[in-house]
Structures are given as C-alpha cells and as structure tokens.
C-alpha cells in the first residue's frame, strides 16, 4: 500500500528537475498523477513513460500557467478522467539573470506571470474541487533568494517572497475546508541552479561549492510529508529543504 493510493495530484513544472522528481515520488507511492510543462513535448512524453514504469498512471499536457484558460482545461482534464483532485504542487518557474537596473517590463511581467499569476490560476482552479472533496494539499516553491537575497535575480525573489505570503494567506482562508497550504524552499541540482551558478562565477567572481544542492530526488520527501496523511495538522508553513 502507498501513502497516496487512489489520490490524484498535479504537479506544474513537471517534466525535468525537481517537478520530475515529485511527479515519480508520487507515483511510486500510489497517486495518479497529471504533470504539466509549458514546452518540451519530448519530455513530457519521457515523464508519462516514467511514471508508467513505476506502475503508474499519467496525463501529461503542455500547458502556460500564466494563461487561466489552459488551466481550466488541464484541471477538468484531469477531474473528467479521475474524478477527483488531491493534492497541487505549483512548481512552474522560469528565471531570467541580470543585473536589477536591467530588468526590462516584459522580464518582470514573465517572472511574476508564472510564478506568482501561475500559482493563483491553478490554486483557485482546483478550489471547488478540494472543498467539495472537504480535503486537499497545495504545494508551493519558495526560494533562498527570497528568504536573504542573492544576486540578478531581483525579479524572481520578489516573485517567491510573494508566494510565501499567498502561502500563509491561503493557508488561514482554506483551513475550515481542510485543505492544507505549504510551502517548500529548495536547493537541488537543476537548470536554474546552473544557470545562476555560471552567472556568479561569471559575473561576481562567486565560485560554486558542490555541497551547495543535492539531487532533486533528495528533495522529494518533503513533498511527500505535504502531500499525506502526516501534514494532516500542518498548514502555513515554509521549510527549507536541501544544503545551504
């Protein structure tokens, strides 16, 4: 028996990195799964053949969370097949890097539409569901930059800083509902992590320390605690997740 038999979850972001690692933790343990990327069809069909040779079922669709109407469809898609909607992980994220003086509008625009407009689109989506259900968890990505700052990533720190307060907020507004609202601040081996990595060294002379990320598989347990019976009593909460 798996911790998540018969539930259904859906994970945005979910064709590489820490998403893909979700996506399989949640299939091994039992859970139908629906993942969702904006691009890269080629890697969300690797994903939905993963999780069907783990013994899992999947939906995997191409979908912009910061377009509401793709939302909706992937959220009735996944209702209309199984019926129900257990657990939402809003891990979609994109990141730009470069200098605060230099974020053109349209950078700032695209960070804060997929991470903070994409979080709500697919949080209030899937509302009516959880509530009727009178259960569900909501999963959302943090970030270290939000929590102490860094460097060229003004934009997507602001986006996360905003998340961790919708995190709270929505945590106090659903509780009555039992719908538990957490929030994971990761630091593991991804493209993103690269991508800044190259633009310290590069830019600031900041050389990168192996021990700083772990694999996105290290990451996913946390998002199992959130998304089971154990968190049952947990809501609001940030941890962080991985080596700093």
């Known amino acids: 028996m798996g911790r998540l038999d018969g539930q259904v979850a859906i994970v945005t972001g979910g064709s590489r990195g820490i998403g893909r690692a979700v996506a399989l933790a949640f299939a091994r ?3 139908r799964v629906a993942v969702a990327a904006v691009r890269d069809g080629e890697a969300l069909n690797k994903i939905e053949n993963e999780v069907a040779a783990v013994g899992g079922e999947c939906i995997a669709m191409l979908v912009h969370v910061a377009r509401r109407a793709e939302i909706d469809r992937l959220v009735q898609t996944v209702h209309a097949r199984w019926k129900r909607i257990d657990v939402l992980v809003n891990n ?10 230099n974020i053109s509008e349209e950078r700032w625009d695209e960070t804060i539409g997929v991470h903070l407009k994409g979080m709500f ?8 569901i959880m509530k009727q259900q009178r259960r569900g968890k909501i999963i959302n990505i943090a970030a270290p930059s939000a ?5 060229g990533v003004a934009d997507y720190a602001a986006a996360k800083g905003g998340i961790i307060a919708f995190t ?10 039992n719908i538990q609202v957490n929030c994971i601040s990761p630091t593991a081996d991804t493209r993103m992590t690269e991508a800044l990595t190259k633009y310290r060294r ?3 002379g900041i050389a990168r320390r192996d ?5 996105p598989e290290a990451i ?9 019976v154990d968190s049952d009593y947990v809501s609001g909460q940030l941890i962080e997740v991985g080596r700093i």
Do not use: D
């Open 147 to 151: 929590l102490r700052g860094s460097f």
């Open 29 to 31: 343990e039992g859970a």
């Open 121 to 128: 689109n697919c949080t209030q989506a899937v509302l009516p």
């Open 220 to 228: 996913a347990p946390a998002f199992l605690f959130f998304a089971t």
């Open 211 to 215: 021990r700083e990320f772990v694999p």
């Open 168 to 177: 709270k907020n929505a945590a106090n507004e659903l509780k009555s509902y």
């Open 202 to 204: 590069e830019q600031l």
């Open 92 to 101: 979609a994220g994109v990141l730009h890097l470069g200098p605060l003086e």
